[in-house]
Structure formats: C-alpha cells, structure tokens
C-alpha cells in the first residue's frame, strides 16, 4: 500500500459526505443513541442517516432497516451493534459501497476465541470489500478541522497543531479533557480499539503527513508493528515530537492489556531503549503527555543541562533540587553579575545561590529575569507563584487580596506585562522556564491564566512535575543534535 | 532532661497565658504585623501584648519599649525582630521570666558563620534562663486544640487527631492546607525551623505521649539527633504511625537544605533503611503525606498483598495493574462465587477477570460489594467514580445529569446508602478500598463529597497515587505483624 493510497482513504474517514449509523437507537444513554446524537451535532454540510432493523424512526430521522435502503450514497458507516450482528452490519456497508467506517461494538477479540473469530471475519468482509475502518472495540475519532466527531462524550474540541492516538478509548479522552484544560488545540483524536484493520502505525504515518498536525501524542498497550512503528518514529520525530505512554509494563499489566484491547506488548526494556533510538518522547503518567505537549507548544527546548531555580519556599526550592539532580540536571552557581543584581534587591536572607530563595520575602520576576539572563543555565525552575510582581492576584491569601478594584487591576496589568517580558526573555536566551505553583494550574479566571494559557506556559503542581517535563525536553533535545536543528523544530511553531 | 520536665515545658509553649510580640509592627505585610494580627485572632482568655521600641501604639494596643516594661507577667514570646537584635530581646525575655518563646526571625545559620555566631548567642543566653524555643528561622505553632496560633498565613485549623511537624514553614503549610481540603483535623501544626534549641526529635518525643496525637506527620531535611529519632519511632510506631517526608536525598538537595534549615542530612541511604526498621512511613511527596495519613483515619489495614482491581476504563486497569505490581502487589483470579455474581449482572463484554472492566458499561457498587467479600482479596482499588449506583451526581457529563431536582435527590441518597454499606464491608472484611477518580478529589460540594470527607475515604487523582497509598499501608501492616496488632491500631482510630 502506497503512502497516497492511505493518505485518500484516511482523508476521505476523516471527512466524510454521507453518514450511516448503523445501530442508531432512541434509548437515552445507549451507544447508538450517544453516537446518533453526537454525528447530529456535527452535521452540517454532510447527510446523517439512522440504521435500525426495527424501529420506524430515531431521533427524528426516518430510521433505515439496513443501510443498503439508504437511498443516497453513504461513504462512511459507524456501527454500534451487538458484536454478533456486526459481520452482517459489515457486508451491508460492502453493499452499499461504504469507503470507511468504525466499529464501536466491544465483545470481539479482547473477550476470548469466539471474538477473536468473530472480528477476524469483520476484518476479511472489510478487506475484501475495500473498507478501511477504525476499531473495534474504539470511540472513532474526532476531526476539529472537519467539524466530525464519532466519540460520544467528548466537550467541544478546539482546532489546534496536537494528533492524539489512543490504544484506550477513556484514557484517550482523559488526556483529549485535560488537553482542552489546559489550553491546547487537535487536528486529531483518534480511538484506535482492538486494530483489526487500521493500526496504530497506519495512523502514526498518516499524521506523520499531516499538514494541521506538529505534534503527535500517543497511548499505546501494544505495539502490532513493532518495527514500522520504529521506521516511521525515527523519520517523523527529526521534524515533528512523539510524545508516547506506554501502559502493559509489567507481567500482570500486559495480561489486563490483553484482555482490554486485545493488545499484544512487547518487552518493556526493549521497546524503551528502542524508543530512545528513535527519539521517541516517552512519560509515564497520563497528564504528563499534555504536559510535555504543552512545553513542546510554549516553550524552546533547552540547549543543555544546566538549571537555575527560583523559589519562594526553602522546603521546595530543596524538593526541586532534589528533583532535577535526579533526572540528570546540574544547578551550577549564580554568575557574579547576578549575584549582585541579587544582592542589590534582596534581604541579607536569601539563600545567597542557586537555588534562589528570597527566605520569607516573595519572589519576584525582577529576580527572574536577570537569571534568565544569565549565561550559566540552559533552563529556569521558579516556584510558587507566578504572580510576583503584584504577587496576588492568582495565588496571594485572602488578606493579601488587592484592597481595591483598580489596585486589582493595575497589579493584573503589571503582571501580564512582566509575563510578556518573560516570554520575551525566554525566546531570546533560547531557554525554557517552568512555572510551578501547586493547585494554581486549574485557575481559569481572569486575564492572567488566559495569558499563561495561550502562550502555553504551564503551570505544574510540584518541583517533580517540573523536572521530569524539563528532563523529557532536554532529552529530546540532545536526540535533535546541534543547536540550530532543535531550534529549528522550536521556531516552526512559534510562528504559527 | 526527663519526659515529664519536656512535656511541662512544651504544654506551656503550646498554650501560653501572657503573649508578647516582639517587633509587633504596624506596617502591612511584615511578619510583626502578621503574627501579632494572627495573635489577636485567637486572643480569648490570653493577654496580647505588642513590644515595639519606636512606636507608642501597634494595631490600637499600647506598645511597650521593651517586654521587661509589660506591666503583667510573660510566660511566652515571638520574637520577629532582624537578626542581630535577637540576642537582646531574647536577654530581655530571662529578664522578664518568659518561659518559652517562637523565634520568626531568619538570617542566622541558615546564611552563614555570621548567622551561625549569633544564633549559638540565642540558643545560650535562652539556656542559661531556662526558655525553650522553636526556630528560628521558622512560623512556630499552631494549637487548635487551645486556640492558639503564630504561623499567620494559615486558614482555621480544625482541631483533629493528626499532628504534623516541619523543617519547612512553606512546605509544612502545604501539607496542613492539603490536609484542611481532604478533612484532615490537627492536634498540632510545628514550624521547627533551624531547631537551635527545641529539634525536631523532641516535638516527637512530646507528641508520641500526647492524648489528642494518634497520627504524627513529618517533614525533614536533616536529622540532628538521628539514633534518638529512630529510638523514639521504634517505641512510638507501635502506637501511632508516623509518616516522613525526608528531603535533601541527592547531593545538590543536601546543599540546598544546608542553606534553607540549617540542616545537616546524612546518606539517605542509611536513613531509608533506618526508617524502615523502625516502621517510619517515608513517602516521597508533599500530598502523599496527607493521602497516607487520610488512609490511615479512614481504612483498615490491609493484611497481604493481594488485590482486586474494578475499573470503568479498561485503559486505566492496565495502569492501576502496572502500578501495583511495582508496588509488590499481586492480582490473584476472581472465586467462583464472585465470577458467578459479575457474569449475572455484566455484559459479556466484561473483562472476565481481574481487573474487572465491564467494557463500555458503568462500574456499580453492585460489582463492588463481592469483591470486597472475595475472600481471595487484602484491598479494593475501584477506579473511574465512587458515584457508581446513581452515577452521575458527581462526575458525569452535563448531558447524563439527573432530569429533575427529584431525581437527583434519590440519586444522592441511593448514592450515600451505598457508601455507608460499603464503609460496612470494609471494616467487616478490614480490607481497605481505594478510590481513583481523577479530579473529582476536589469537588467540595454536595452530601456524597462531604460523606466522603468525613468518613476519611481519600479519593486518589490516578492509579499510580492509589497503589503507593495502598503500598505504604502494607508495608506498615507487614511491619507491625499478626493481624491483631495492626488491626488494634486501625480500631483504636475508628473508635474516635
């Protein structure tokens, strides 16, 4: 299969004309009523049609017994049948000349031998027929550029530059939710299921391709082309980050990944070393894939090892120190020009080094910017608070709060112009800072998160956060090579 | 030093009669204003007074030039003037008879031989006329049990069984305001500061003896009377589990700490094996110090190793089956019995084992309860919502909402009448259940939330926090050995 054949029969799933749902039901909470109801809400411009072998009418819709009745062209099926009806469900689509479809139905493969059996005779209709189709056992996907959606519980997904593929259809829409949380836009979610036709690999080359699409994130149990997977990661990651989860690391986790989605994992050691060869991004947690997603959007990739940290807690500034030691990070001394600037702004408290700790004042982002500055690091880790000019705003206790509206808004005003000084600062020095401050990161109010969050600086929840992101960024880095190439994977997305 | 002549001097520290702030100001934001406006706050049936020698008035009380010219008698003093007037005002404390004091002030040991001279000047001069103190360098106490306070940037304090003491002021009241969110209750809060006088070992001394502490916290950066330390815990882990955050474990977070606490960490090695043969529960972040300790008010020990997982993502029951594996747990089969009931009440789509994933369908407390009666089974972990039977009222999607108020009111209740029943099997079968909701562990609102909080039923944002919860548990149950001990301990608690 030629990469344009795929690249057409993908576009034409990701977009289609003419929509079938094939098990369409008028029972609230029921996947065809959920699926029904979610194609419906990303209508327009395309036909929806209802399939169902008994009831006259869904929704509202003339409900057809089969969708060979459909009496207009149908390009694209979802089927949400009970697993032994899906075969049948299958040869109508072949009938009716169906392109691509996806299979919501569970009970195949991942529940034993007569699934098994069962899904490999969908997977023979389909092939034989020509259909190219996501699943079983999925969500589908959701196409933002597109306006489709086949995945029932998701919030409105924004447009953006970030391909999510998930192996898991929850623990792809946890990490699609706390993107959307945290401000980042997809080009693509797709639920990959049990893969008995597409595979995680078709997808990967596919968005590999993809014009909307700069990063790739990715969930993976099992990897059904291992060495494809490996081909296509070592060409994509020189120009666009993968940044991959890996669950089915242990013994009893790769058994319950079998019977989930009927993934076959690998050797752990062996896939992580192979991941490294190929520049492949990989966490451990599912928030951490928006993390680091976030970082690859908002920030340059740091160009060594050597951090400095600012912080307005002792106990965390030692947390963060302990933290970056451990992911392989040196916090060298303070250069003598900022140790002076330190001294001129400071009580005789401060730590008087690396880490800087004001020891009872707050920090301020006079402190962060000479340090940002300074030629000694490569990164900067400020903790708590990055409200620090006016200081109060987001995070202050409630007696520190501004005594008046206009003092509010002039400490508002003070602190997005020393958040866009930062920034500034930051793309000059080609050096990332992370803000870390605690329960802060879900603060959605106000000018001053919207700001953080459009410019995709996050906020982490602790110094270990912080460091494992910059620990999976300077990887990345060192993979990428020399300076320029690296900033040039950093600079493609700051212009857009 | 006997026991008796510690606790007589620490009883009056922790509730004293005659308070004076020294370097009370009038200025805003400056710790002599904070901590006097903190003083007064909790002021009932004790004299406040402002020491400040310039100003005539502080905060509308008369202020003296000296605590020697406070009319009535002194038994305790926070001191918050600079550095170098500590030793005079500390003197003018002997002169006065003060009994014992908090000194705020830093810039001493924690910046350097200058500091280190006059903070041995402190700690002598409080030697030779019988004060003790906490810090400096530090925020003090809390009291709540007497309603006393001088650490002033904390919420109220409810009082409770849980006692937490600190090298950290900043990381210490991270910990207590985690703790106040998840329904934790304090019989103490200490900011130990760089312990000149009063160490850490001595706040573990006292509180190992004290009737309101069953639980006792602590955040450390180094130790200064080690052997003592693990003396004390030896005898008092018996009793009262103590749960240690120790910081400082790489060589740049030693350093760190050196210049934060004063502290001098040793090889954390050794300490880590020290702590384990004393039944000291070390944890290795700031919440999961309160996660632990709500564990240990709210569940029954486990007593082995092996546990049943019950998941609504299939995705998230292989991350909770990696993550416990890591942690040393096992995931033996289902009984016969309990595969019988969950083939009765799921779709053959269900995992058909261990993890329990019902596939597509939501987890309910129905699956729940035989499970927890699978005698083949030391602990639960439920993953995806403890709102299983009515489902919705606290973590589903807007669309799944009850129709009607009415309907949500019977939903809470069915909802409250399940956690009750399974509250009754945890402790009928003493096997702990744990809750991985995401972020549903911040909801505040609502009877099921509040039930939840009261009964000290943590709900864990992932997998992997639930596994290194139930991880530190066993751990402690294997250590304090037969059943009955550990179980003793549980009950002690639950009879609060």
Known sequence: ?????????????????????????????????????????????????????????????????????????????????????????????????????????????ETGEEGARVERHIAEIARRGGIRFIGPNCLGYCNPYANFCTAPFLPPVETGRVALISQSGNSGQSILDYGLQMGVGFSKFISSGNEADLRFEDYLEYLGQDENTDIILGYVEGLREGRRFLELAREITRKKPIVIIKVGRTDVGTRAARSHSSALAGSDVVLDAAFKQCGVIRVNKLHEVVDVAVSLLGQPLPQGRRVGVLSMSGGMAVIAADALRKEGFELPPLSPATMEKLNSMMSRRWSGGNPVDPAGDFVSYQALWPMIEDGGFDAI????????????????????????????????????????TTIDLMNKHHKPVLFTVGSARFETEGKVPLKLRESHLNLYPDPEESAKVLGRLVRYSEYLGPRTSSLQVAEKWRAK
């Open 381 to 420: 880790v400020v903790i708590g608070g990055v409200a620090m000019t006016s200081g109060y705003a987001t995070w202050a206790p409630a007696t520190m709060k501004p005594a008046t509206e206009e003092v509010g808004r002039l400490m508002e005003e003070a602190e997005l112009d020393a958040i866009k």
């Open 1 to 109: 299969m030629s990469n344009m054949r795929l690249k057409e029969q993908l576009d034409n799933l990701f977009n289609p004309k003419a929509v079938a749902v094939i098990g369409a039901s008028n029972t609230f909470g029921k996947w065809g009523y959920n699926v029904l109801n979610r194609a419906l809400s990303h209508k327009q411009g395309r036909q929806v049609y209802a399939v169902n072998n008994k009831e006259p009418e869904v929704m509202g819709l003339k409900a057809y017994r089969s969708v060979v009745e459909v009496p207009g062209p149908v390009d694209f099926a979802v089927i949400t049948v009970p697993f032994q009806d899906v075969p049948a469900a299958m040869e109508d689509c072949v009938t009716k000349g169906v392109r691509s479809a996806v299979v919501i139905s569970g009970g195949l493969a």
